[in-house]
């Protein structure tokens, strides 16, 4: 703390992400990168941009990958925004849409930035206890004073709503944005995309870090109503102009022009997530069902703080969150089956009566 | 408008950048962009760092970059903050430091964002009114209500202000922060980096957008006293985690480590800023005495708007601004010798009596 604190600076609780070893040593299962690397056309298309044009500032509009964007999705380039990963494209929706002073909703287990930003950007909210099973109770969601953000899949649940379910909480906040947290989205949920033409409320937010394995890239996008879009862009040049580098530029419209590459990945992650969820299970686990790359995982006879720690003595870095209602649960990221075989074996050794 | 968009957002005045012409054949003197190409070193680690890491999130902490930073400005490491592009860590710096309530003061021709911040984050604002000349009135910035901001040399007129007159503004402000913008103090102007360790109020910013020709890749800095540069990381890591890829990681460390270029590079602008002044001086334009890579010059003679539209049209591209005092201003983005001369060529058949 230090007089020079603004009393918005004072209020903050920063976001503190997963542990980044710097030992390349290790099985790092915790903050839920893609195992596999980039499509090579990625690597590529950023060499040919690592060039003298360095010197100029990128296109402050961004058009040519915002179309790239625009064609996959079936949507108008005016419906895209780009941002640097998708929490800045967040950190701005929240300066955009919601309002200081009325009550915003989202689940009381679920990405832990959403209370950061309420926090710095002076949002009121209101937290909905999700059900038993880490369901979302849908109708608790209607009618928000202030507007609604919430993942599908959820985090660090892994558990998906389906778009019937998404829509009627669109369609409950007629006169309030909704917006829909897709990070983990191409591991097998169903996305909202398909009804940003239908719902001028909906904001569907991505990010390339996760299905495109490009967390080291810092590319997020939203899609939706093309005044919801105008309202990022007018918040983005009130911020910063130029948000996203020439060479992001460049490998985020490679990684969308190589569809063979993400449809053979993403379907390689969710085959070793059930093959995982399944090995899990039988050793005891309780495994809730996963839409995303990582499982939240929990053991009767295991306490989840001590598997995390033994498995980091390990080498194998899972993720532990200690807050109410997950504290006897792990969150597991989906590696190559090699590591995921390496991470059964290990734990197997820590479950009382199965040590061997 | 639309009724989805909050209060926050229905008073934004968003910036408007210099035009960015997709037509690669142009003289391009608009944007304050260096002539030259970044360090050959800065593509090649580029190339290295396009790896299959991108998969994985940069380190959060940047701790590589921030010690090759402090090393070259002889700081702690706890003094330096990276953002991206300098745009970003002015924002995040109206969020840390000023207090909305407070009015903080900037020149009335300055860097034009700074009233763009202000009215996005609420914050109050008297403008100084410059000198005739351009120069800064100093002791009009003492006891500034809610703090100070300038850029060290002033844009868009190119006046620098002595270590001197700036150390007496921070001295004048005791009690709140001063921020520095040196995003052009490379080219001629002395860097308050220097008083850093004497003065807790101060905060220093630059870029590598400028000096080392990386506008294409969204690098700036902060440096100042340990406790502003952690106030600067809560707001950080309340917005977004991970606010520069890897490969700007790699580039801009490769730039602070090629000094010998650097200092060729900045050196060979210098000279051509004088040549270009004397010319421009010769052919009875008043030129404001600039230690940036910019000259602000008027004629007599010649309408600005039309100069600058005129030469346009011959695509050669200089900034206009339509703003008070300024109207009859044009400013010219020092480029390299030959561009120059055909700028002076140019110039010289839209002035009367010259066209021979």
């Known amino acids: 703390m230090s007089k020079f604190w603004s009393s918005r600076l004072q209020r903050t609780e920063p976001y503190v992400p997963g542990e980044q070893p710097n030992d390349t040593n290790v099985i790092k299962l915790n903050t839920n990168e893609n195992p596999y690397p980039p499509s090579p056309e990625v690597q590529k298309a950023i060499q040919q941009a690592a060039s003298e044009d360095l010197r100029l500032y990128p296109t402050p509009t961004l058009q040519e990958l915002r179309q790239t964007i625009a064609e996959k999705f079936q949507v108008h380039q005016d419906q895209v925004f780009i941002g640097n990963g998708s929490d800045e494209v967040l950190a701005f929706s929240f300066m955009a849409f919601f309002e200081p002073g009325e009550t915003i909703r989202f689940p009381d287990i679920t990405y832990s930035f959403y209370p950061v930003y309420a926090k710095l950007f002076n949002t009121d909210y209101k937290v909905i206890p999700v059900n038993e099973d880490f369901s979302l109770p849908i109708e608790s969601f209607y009618d928000a004073e202030g507007g609604v953000i919430f993942p599908n899949p959820n985090a660090p649940t892994g558990r998906a709503l389906s778009l019937l379910e998404v829509e009627s909480i669109v369609n409950g906040n007629p006169n309030k944005v909704v917006i829909i947290d897709e990070a983990y989205i191409d591991f097998g949920g169903q996305s909202a995309v398909q009804l940003v033409n239908r719902y001028e409320n909906l904001l569907v937010i991505q990010t390339l870090s996760k299905s495109r394995s490009l967390a080291g890239l810092r590319v997020g996008f939203a899609i ?16 910063n102009s130029y948000t996203i580098d020439r060479l992001a530029i460049a490998g985020a419209k490679a990684a969308f022009e190589d569809e063979a590459y993400f449809e053979k990945v993403r379907k390689r992650i969710i085959d070793t997530r059930e093959k995982t969820a399944e090995s899990l299970s039988t050793l005891g686990f309780d495994v809730v069902e996963s839409k995303a790359n990582f499982l939240l995982v929990s053991h009767p006879q295991v306490d989840a703080e001590q598997l995390y720690t033994q498995l980091k003595e390990q080498n194998i870095y899972v993720r532990y969150f200690n807050k109410p209602r997950i504290q006897q649960y792990v969150r597991i990221t989906i590696g190559k089956p090699g590591e995921m075989e390496k991470l059964i074996k290990e734990t197997k050794h820590l479950i009382p009566n199965m040590a061997n």
């Not at 939706?224 to 911020?239: A, V």
């Open 224 to 239: 939706g109503n093309s005044q919801l879009i105008e309202g990022l862009n007018r918040i983005k040049n009130s911020f």
